[in-house]
């Protein structure tokens, strides 16, 4: 069995960022990531541009340079990747860990390779930096599971004259249905909320409205999905049910931690926040010698949390 004083389940950021600080204090962490690293960064969109500054994304003290004032996608991927190599991270990249067990100072890590191998490994102490953006949150309803619907945009040139929905009323809506748009694809924005929601970029916003209010894009609010059928969607509005033609959905309906992987190490969230419990001061877990990092401990908004879950 192999063995690892410190064992840090996901590559992402803070992943990345965790083994950098063991590593300056001489601690040999061993990194475990289903995917590449930074595997949620790389299934973002791919032209996407973050909405926050370089400085705001840096880890161990390397500067990130970027050609535009927000950097994008393939600049972030490029500057992990480099910062990983740089303090030579040991990443057992492909790699997911299904279990964790055992006791403080003495756990036992389970894991699969992604040609299927099974792996086994002792540590004294785990790092869950495992993110939130693996399972989606589903709209539960009726030809959802039809693969014409996507909860991970990625980018619009394959819908180019298409009937396309996009479900969801954040960014992540707001940015595919434009990028859809100008792909010309024809669009339809159904969100539940009375507009498109305040969290929007302020340089996102005022763009999708405009395109609504010059009837470009079609939108329906405080409306819901009612059934996804092979060349239409049913949906429910204020002024009753109607029926669209429609060839793509996305539902942009937000993300959430894996919960069942959580729960089978004995962590459990606030049903009020959401958030993972543990202690502010440590980030340690409701399991002795097991700790939180990342946007896992930012927790979820409980409707979100406590949907059913698919693992992606
Ligand atoms: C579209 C979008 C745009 C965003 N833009 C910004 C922005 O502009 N600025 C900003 O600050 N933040 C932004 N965020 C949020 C930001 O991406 C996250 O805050 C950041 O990625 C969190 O880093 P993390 O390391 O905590 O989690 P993640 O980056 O999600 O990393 C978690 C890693 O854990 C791995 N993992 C999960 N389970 C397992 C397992 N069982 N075994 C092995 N590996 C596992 C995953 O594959 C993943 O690579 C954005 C998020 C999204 C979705």
Not at 113 to 138: F, M, N, S, W
Not at 155 to 181: C, R, T
Request: net charge neutral; proline share 5%.
């Amino acid at each position: 069995m192999k063995q690892s004083s410190v064992a840090i389940v996901g590559a992402g950021p803070t992943g990345l960022s965790c083994g950098i600080a063991l590593k300056q204090r001489g601690v040999d962490a061993l990194i475990f990531e289903k995917g590449c690293v930074v595997n949620s960064i790389y299934n973002y969109p791919t032209n996407m541009s973050f909405f926050t500054t370089p400085e705001l994304l840096e880890i161990g003290g390397i500067p990130m340079t970027s050609l535009n004032e927000k950097p994008n996608r393939t600049e972030a991927l490029k500057y992990y990747r480099r910062v990983a190599s740089y303090y030579g991270l040991h990443v057992n990249q492909y790699e997911r860990i299904d279990s964790v067990t055992g006791v403080d100072g003495s756990f036992h890590i389970r894991s699969t390779t992604r040609d299927g191998q099974q792996h086994e490994y002792a540590c004294e102490k785990v790092i869950l930096a495992t993110g939130y953006y693996d399972i989606p949150v589903l709209l539960n309803v009726p030809g959802e599971d039809l693969p014409k619907v996507i909860h991970y945009y990625k980018e619009s040139h394959p819908y180019f004259d298409h009937d396309v929905l996009v479900v969801g009323g954040k960014n992540s809506a707001a940015i595919a249905a434009l990028e859809l748009h100008w792909s010309g694809a024809r669009v339809t924005v159904l969100h539940r909320g009375l507009q498109i929601s305040d969290s929007v970029k302020y340089w996102i916003k005022p763009n999708l409205e405009n395109r609504i209010k010059a009837g470009e894009i079609q939108a329906y609010f405080q409306s819901s999905v009612k059934e996804i059928r092979e060349r239409e969607v049913v949906i429910e509005t204020p002024a009753g049910t109607v029926t669209i033609a429609n060839d793509f959905v996305f539902a942009m309906t937000g993300y959430q931690p894996d919960l069942r992987f959580l729960a089978s190490v004995g962590i459990t969230l606030d049903p009020a926040t959401g958030k993972p419990r543990l202690n502010p001061d440590t980030y340690e877990s409701e399991t002795p010698g097991i700790y939180l990092a990342g946007v896992l401990v930012a927790g979820c908004t409980p409707t979100k949390c406590l949907s059913k879950q698919v693992t992606r």
